[in-house]
């Protein structure tokens, strides 16, 4: 994967999901060839039993099972002994039963075994992919295309791999082996049954073919009616501001009806193909009824053969009738196929092929920071950051002060390999050693980041914690929750640590999610550690008592305090002031006040407002 | 998590009377005599389909025991006869279960939709916009399937059931005695399996909705589990919910697998005993021989219905939880709601009298106001009291969450009092209607929602009757004019779902702008420039100051220096009101304002300076 990622095509992508199902698709076919065998087998002992111990007709069985009965009847004949004994006809068709009802099971438990695997692999392999994939990547698509992509998209693939083409598959064998049977019995009579297939199947495909185009057009209305209601209730607020809920009525009822309409004439129309559909496998059945009569009454066919020949007939047409559908179905496939590619042929991250091993970059990052002819913009034309250099010391507090799209995060991304600096846009190195030569999961682990708006997993606060390592103690947890100022807090929850956060639990404040992401970072102990604008959301006395407990803990790591404020920034070694993606001022905070720029500015401003202002 | 869903499975298990059919009266009763139609149809359907063997009876015992065909062509036009009726009566019961199912699920959209529209804002802040949206779209269609196709299956299945007993105790009462011992065994394995089935679907849906949640977290969170390189615990996590789907998805198939085999074999072992017993009575010349294939057939196609019918009850049940979150949507009660003398006078959401209408000037005033919302346990105002008299700019500022738009959701009457009176134009709000009231305010959001359509189908969602001039001046005054001339098809341009294809900073100027063309007697401006640049920002201030004279105000302030000129700044903290007058008295009181302001002043500047 580190290395040139190859490309699939739709069949290497369908066979790469395929991998550990094939053997039970197998299995499944086999047993549905065995399930259909043996519901075949019993119209012929039907036939057997009608002709020959009802009727006179000579048994004619296997070999081997005509020398069994023999034996059993012996003295009297066979036939003589079935019909004193005909619960061992009974007894047959039960064991056969056995095996239809076993058949069946080991297709169906077996196909779904297939089917679950598959739809497991495709899910994980998407997902593993996904978080593969660089951070550009995201940025560039949209949360909810990709989750379509993960759960329809995926779900349409299975359906075409377990259902659509499994169904052809059996219903093939169900089609060859009726006609096997019928055509052992009277070829001319199963030359007319067959000639229905055809008709069948045409009439279905044309049908569905015809409407398929209908079906979209439900779906989409669907989805425009989902959408006004969707809209009505996230627009809540506007709607009752305006005082416009009658015209929201009426702009529903109108889609409402429509969409309610095109559905009803779709099941009129549906109605008339089902209808149709009974009308000519009915005739079908009325004609074989009727020419096997006159079979029978010229003698050619036997009465056991007519009724069995019956049999077989309504197991020939039942998936007759599926195929048309199945086929007309399967052509919808192809475009979820595309749509999943996209994503599996997306590059993933890549480290270099040479790339330095995971001792040297974790002593690499004890070292300096260095800047060198940084210039960076996310599309091509527009630069972000331009002729950056600077050094962090290793061990050393840095601090940037800028406003909001001056460069500050981007510098940050840049630092851990969210995005890429492209070779000939400068170069950062740590100790010595270009990130770029490093693994990005080596250098990410050890930089501790958290950001402005911290995202928390939906998992409970401990495990959010804990993230990064399964194996920490309760004791652990609570000891950075504790530096992050955050115990007291999770210690207020009704659950405490066992809180579960996010989309389906309780919703922290900005300053505790800030908290908490602070607790999750110090736990990884990292030697850099970059706080992004991160205690915005915390009132100036935590933040004060979150920097002093920080302070003692942090020992000789390198930190870099993004902050808009000037009391965060004053314990800083040495403060970047950057401005529209420049560095205007950089030096110790003595300097920098002596400087009488910017700083200086924001400094007086800061810290004796109060005169300005109540003059 | 594993407590989580315990919980949300108990809540799906609900008990109402009569299976909540009668709830569901006003939906059906319209339908009464199509349902009746239908079921009818469905009971000739069966009884023809019980019909059927009884043409290979004929054709054996006639034409082939007598070797003759001397009665051939009645048999085919009776056939025929026959397959037409039952064409027919299949098109039409099947259309018409399509219609009913059509039919009630919009009715039932319809009416929950209508009744949202009247609910008060205590119901949209308690629950989900996607568990409401739920209640509108699937749980209507799934009572919707459950009147028409299982309504159809059950009376289908259990004619032909009835049908075929009957006839097979005509034939030989014995022997149907016999095959009728399995039908029970038959019918509690049916239960047994499908009440498995119910449970387990239950899990795959509910596994399945944490795996769409677990995709939605790797996509959403891969910034930050990319900085904590958490790849692969995320990864191990999804895969855990993975199996645990394959594993419920795989133990559902077997049930189902199990259930049908076992319908299968029992229809082999009736199939087997007629012929054991039925076979020696043939033998015996007591019985023709068309007769027993009759009665075969009949017996192994007894068994198929059951599963049917058991199926049908199964769709019954687990379509409670559906009817019980409709039935609890309707049945709730909007907490602010117009009395019905009021609704006499000023007409209702619908169908407003705007010729009762008075004039609506601006003079607002709380009145030993005391207020807790509808979910909570604590008052956020305590005998409040404040008189805003017309044209005066109302600033209400404090931190994210600090309960803001509170005061603002009292003035709008989006919720009530809980003790004391809001006064418009020296008035209890309650004395006029809602819609009165809403129909003259001007309300910007920060996040600022649009409705699909076009720039201009939006602007005129407050006034439909404007004209392009109007439309154009509103346009100006907010400076939008460049962000419209910047879209391709100016005014005619799309804004996409929600207004999805533009910016937060365009959608917010945009809405601003529609609020302007209603022309509104009181502005409520929720933080509503938030995501706009600081000169268009400036722009549109020097506008507001224009615009908003001897209109009542109130703006919920998210840049303190926007807001210094405000006749009356009230500070929120916590829910509450600390600290209430103009800005300058404000910093000297050296409190929660002045910390507040001094720490935003300082961003600010850094920003303004850049």
């Known amino acids: 994967m580190k290395t040139n990622q190859p490309l699939f095509t739709k069949t290497s992508l369908v066979a790469h999901f395929l991998q550990g199902c094939k053997r039970f698709f197998i299995l499944s076919i086999l047993m549905s060839f065995l399930n259909t065998l043996m519901e075949m087998l019993i119209p012929q002992v039907i036939r057997r039993f009608v002709d020959s111990v009802i009727g006179d007709d000579p048994l004619n069985l296997p070999a081997f099972a005509e020398a069994w009965l023999a034996r059993l009847a012996a003295p009297s004949s066979s036939q003589v002994y079935l019909r004193g004994h005909m619960y061992l006809v009974a007894i047959l068709i039960g064991i056969l039963a056995l095996l239809v009802a076993f058949a069946f099971y080991g297709t169906h438990q077996s196909n779904a075994i297939a089917a679950e695997k598959l739809h497991k692999n495709i899910r994980e392999e998407l997902f593993a992919h996904i978080q593969k994939l660089p951070f550009a990547w995201h940025m560039k698509n949209k949360t909810g295309d990709i989750i379509q992509r993960c759960t329809s998209d995926a779900e349409r693939v299975r359906i075409f791999i377990a259902e659509q083409m499994v169904s052809v598959v059996r219903i093939v064998i169900m089609m060859g082996l009726s006609l096997y049977f019928m055509f052992s019995m009277d070829w001319r009579l199963s030359l007319v049954a067959a000639c229905a297939i055809p008709v069948i199947v045409g009439y279905s495909a044309f049908f569905h073919a015809k409407i398929g185009g209908s079906f979209e057009k439900c779906d989409e209305n669907e989805g425009i009616l989902s959408t006004i209601a969707q809209e009505n209730l996230t627009g809540v607020r506007v709607v009752r501001a305006f005082g416009r809920e009658e015209f929201e009525r009426k702009r529903f009822e109108k889609q409402n009806v429509y969409y309610t309409g095109l ?90 092929d040479n790339a330095v091993s995971r001792e040297e970059t974790d002593k690499a990052l004890k070292g300096d920071i260095v800047f060198e002819n940084v210039n960076f913009g996310y599309e091509p034309d527009i630069p972000i950051v331009s002729d950056i250099n600077l050094t962090i010391p290793a061990g050393s507090t840095f601090g940037i002060l800028g406003s909001t799209g001056s460069g500050k995060s981007t510098l940050m991304h840049l630092l851990n390999r969210l995005y890429e600096l492209p070779e000939e846009n400068g170069k950062i190195t740590i100790g010595g050693v270009d990130i770029a030569d490093m693994k990005a999961e080596d250098l990410r682990r050890n930089i501790g980041m958290v950001l402005q708006e911290p995202f928390l997993f939906s998992r409970t606060i401990s495990e959010n914690i804990s993230i990064t390592n399964r194996n920490m103690t309760m004791e652990e947890i609570r000891k950075a929750a504790k530096i992050a100022c955050v115990d007291e807090a999770i210690k207020e929850f009704k659950n405490g640590y066992d809180t579960v956060v996010g989309e389906r639990g309780v919703t922290l404040s900005g300053g505790q999610k800030q908290r908490t992401a602070i607790a999750r970072m110090l736990t990884s102990r990292a030697p850099v550690m970059v706080f992004d604008d991160s205690l915005s959301a915390v009132d100036a006395e935590t933040d004060a ?69 109540t003059a | 998590m594993s407590e989580i869903e315990t919980t949300k499975e108990q809540q799906q298990y609900v008990s109402l009377k009569y299976f909540g059919i009668p709830k569901l009266g006003p939906y059906v009763k319209p339908l009464k005599g199509i349902i009746i139609s239908m079921a009818c149809l469905c009971l000739v359907a069966g009884l023809i389909d019980t019909l059927h063997p009884l043409f290979q009876q004929y054709a054996l015992n006639h034409f082939v025991e007598l070797s003759t065909l001397d009665t051939l062509v009645p048999f085919i036009l009776i056939y025929l006869g026959i397959l037409i009726l039952q064409t027919i009566v299949n098109m039409i019961s099947a259309s018409q279960a399509g219609k009913i199912e059509m039919d009630v699920s919009r009715d039932m959209r319809r009416a929950s939709f209508n009744h949202l529209q009247t609910l008060s804002f205590s119901y949209f802040n308690q629950n989900s916009v996607g568990y409401i949206h739920s209640r509108v779209m699937s749980d209507t269609g799934r009572i919707g399937g459950l ?6 299956d059950s009376v289908w299945n259990l004619t032909y059931m009835i049908g075929a007993i009957a006839v097979m105790l005509i034939i030989n009462w014995k022997m149907a005695l016999m095959v009728l011992v399995i039908v029970p065994l038959a019918a509690l394995a049916s239960v047994y399996f499908q009440k498995h089935l119910i449970t387990l679907n239950r899990q795959v849906r509910e596994i399945n909705s944490q795996i769409s949640s677990g995709f939605n977290e790797g996509i959403t969170g891969a910034k930050t589990t990319k900085t904590l390189v958490a790849e692969d615990r995320m990864e191990e996590d999804f895969n855990k919910t993975s199996r645990k789907m394959f594993k419920t998805a795989t133990r559902t198939s077997h049930f189902r697998a199990m259930f049908i085999s076992t319908i299968t074999f029992t229809s082999y072992i009736a199939l087997a005993l007629v012929l054991w017993r039925g076979g020696r009575i043939t033998l015996q010349g007591l019985m023709e021989l068309g007769t027993l294939a009759a009665f075969s057939n009949y017996a192994l196609n007894l068994m198929e219905p059951i599963r049917w019918i058991v199926r049908a009850i199964s769709d019954l049940i687990t379509v409670q939880v559906n009817i019980e979150r409709f039935t609890r949507l309707m049945e709730t009660e909007s907490d602010v709601a117009d009395s019905p003398e009021i609704i006499e006078k000023y007409g209702d959401a619908f169908h407003p009298k705007k010729e009762n209408w008075e004039p609506l000037f ?87 929602h649009l409705f699909s359509g076009t720039v201009k189908e939006n602007l005129l969602y407050g006034k439909p009757d404007a004209t392009m001039e109007q439309i154009e001046a509103a346009v100006k005054a907010v400076s939008a004019d460049a962000v419209i001339e910047r879209m391709d098809k100016g005014y ?54 224009h615009l908003m004279k001897g209109r009542t105000s109130f703006v919920i302030a998210h840049r303190l220096s926007t807001i210094r000129q405000a006749d009356v700044i009230l500070v929120v903290k916590d829910g509450k009101i600390i600290e209430q007058g103009r800005h300058k008295d404000l910093m000297r009181m050296k409190g929660y304002y002045y910390n507040l302001y001094t720490r935003q002043y300082a961003e600010e500047t850094t920003r303004s300076l850049s």
Not at chain 2, 147 to 152: E, I, N, R, T
């Open chain 1, 263 to 352: 559905w009803i004439s779709l099941m009129k129309l549906m109605a008339v193909f089902w209808g149709i559909g009974d009308f000519i496998s009915g005739l079908q059945v009325l004609l074989i009824l009727v020419l096997g009569s006159v079979f029978c009454v010229r003698g050619t066919l036997s009465a056991g053969e007519f009724i069995a020949f019956l049999s077989y007939n309504m197991m020939l047409i039942w998936p007759v009738r599926q195929l048309g559908r199945v086929i007309s179905e399967m052509s919808k496939a192809g475009v979820s196929l595309d749509r999943i590619m996209y994503i599996m042929n997306s590059p993933v991250e890549k480290d270099r």
């Open chain 1, 545 to 613: 008592r979150i920097r002093h407990a920080l302070s003692e803990s942090l020992g000789d790591s390198t930190v870099i305090l993004i902050s808009h404020r000037i009391t965060t920034l004053m314990q800083a070694d040495q403060i970047m002031v950057l401005d529209k993606g420049r560095i205007v001022e950089m030096g110790t905070p003595d300097e920098l006040l002596e400087k009488n720029g910017i700083y200086k500015k924001i400094y007086d401003m800061q810290l004796s407002l109060s005169e300005d202002e």
């Open chain 2, 147 to 152: 009147v028409s196709w299982s309504l159809m």
């Open chain 2, 362 to 448: 601006g003079d607002v005033e709380f009145k030993d106001v005391s207020f807790m919302y509808p979910d909570g346990d604590e008052y956020v105002l305590e005998h409040f009291n404040l008189k805003v008299p017309q044209g005066t700019n109302v600033a209400i500022v404090g931190e994210t969450g600090a309960g803001k738009s509170t005061l603002v959701n009292l003035v709008c009457r989006f919720f009530e009092p809980t003790s004391g009176q809001i006064l418009i134009d020296g008035r209890d709000a309650r004395e006029r209607s809602q819609l009165w009231l809403h129909s003259n305010i001007g309300y910007v959001l920060q996040t600022p």
């Open chain 2, 492 to 545: 005619d341009s799309d804004v996409g779902e929600g207004g999805d294809l533009l910016s937060t900073g365009e959608k917010q100027l945009l809405s601003f702008a529609r609020a302007i063309l209603a022309d509104p007697r009181i502005f409520v401006l929720d933080e509503a420039t938030s995501s706009i640049d600081t000169v268009t920002e400036k722009l549109i201030q020097d506008a507001i100051e």
